[in-house]
């Protein structure tokens, strides 16, 4: 599994210093992860054999997970090149595919902590090497909206929480979702700090107003 293990290539810009040694410190970012995968194929005969292939040769696309190395860890991905399929005897061949999983990062396994108004959520952290994002599930009532903190950095909503309407949060865009939906404004000042491996932190709720609720965060363990 060539390039599994490893992190992928990086990809920015670079500029001279004008008038002085060396560059620019400019962003290094990270390119969608490709993996070359390569077996062998046994079957019960010679049949068999070409239609292994046929289902080789697939659109192949979904969850790729590898276990029994370390933690287990999955990407999505599909299939980002022509399998080669090599009949060696009637019963035996040898193959080849690249798969490219769009988002390089791996993700390992999934938390969740509970805060409510009053009662913070403690010891978060996660088991990556690699920034990890947070999103929320907000269910309860406060009328003039609420602030979440994490991190000690605030991010404020605006949309009144309403029983039985509970909200959506994620932080890889920074969105306010209500019943799948986005929904347009609701947000007001605030940040969407990620979760730094190997540093625990906290997270609360409170009112903007009045109301009370319950925040439930979930983390995935994440890697590069």
């Known amino acids: 599994m060539e390039s599994w293990w490893g992190s992928p290539d990086t990809r920015g810009d670079t500029e001279d210093r004008p008038d002085s040694d060396g560059e620019l410190d400019l962003p290094v970012y990270n390119q969608a992860r490709l993996l070359t995968l390569q077996g062998h194929l046994h079957s019960s005969g010679h049949d068999q054999l070409h239609e292994a292939g046929y289902y080789l040769s697939s659109s192949m696309f979904g969850r790729f997970k590898v276990q029994g190395h370390g933690p287990t860890l999955w990407a999505d991905g599909r299939r980002n090149s022509g399998v080669q399929f090599l009949p060696v005897t009637d019963s035996f061949a040898k193959w080849q595919v690249r798969i490219k999983f769009v988002d390089p990062c791996q993700y390992g396994d999934t938390k969740t902590w509970t805060a409510s108004v009053g009662s913070n959520a403690l010891n978060i952290a996660h088991r990556g090497n690699y920034n990890a994002v947070p999103r929320f599930f907000v269910e309860g009532s406060m009328p003039g909206g609420y602030r979440l903190t994490i991190k000690?950095?605030?991010f404020t909503v605006t949309q009144p929480l309403v029983a039985g309407v509970p909200h959506s949060i994620d932080?890889?865009?920074?969105?306010?979702?209500?019943?799948?939906?986005i929904v347009a404004g609701g947000i007001g000042y605030g940040f969407t700090p990620l979760v730094t491996p190997g540093v625990v932190t906290a997270l609360s709720i409170v009112p903007l107003t009045t109301g009370t609720a319950t925040v439930t965060l979930t983390l995935t363990d994440t890697y590069i």
Request: aromatic content about 8%; charged content about 20%.
């Open 152 to 154: 000690g950095q605030i």
């Open 171 to 181: 932080y890889a865009d920074g969105r306010l979702r209500i019943g799948g939906s």
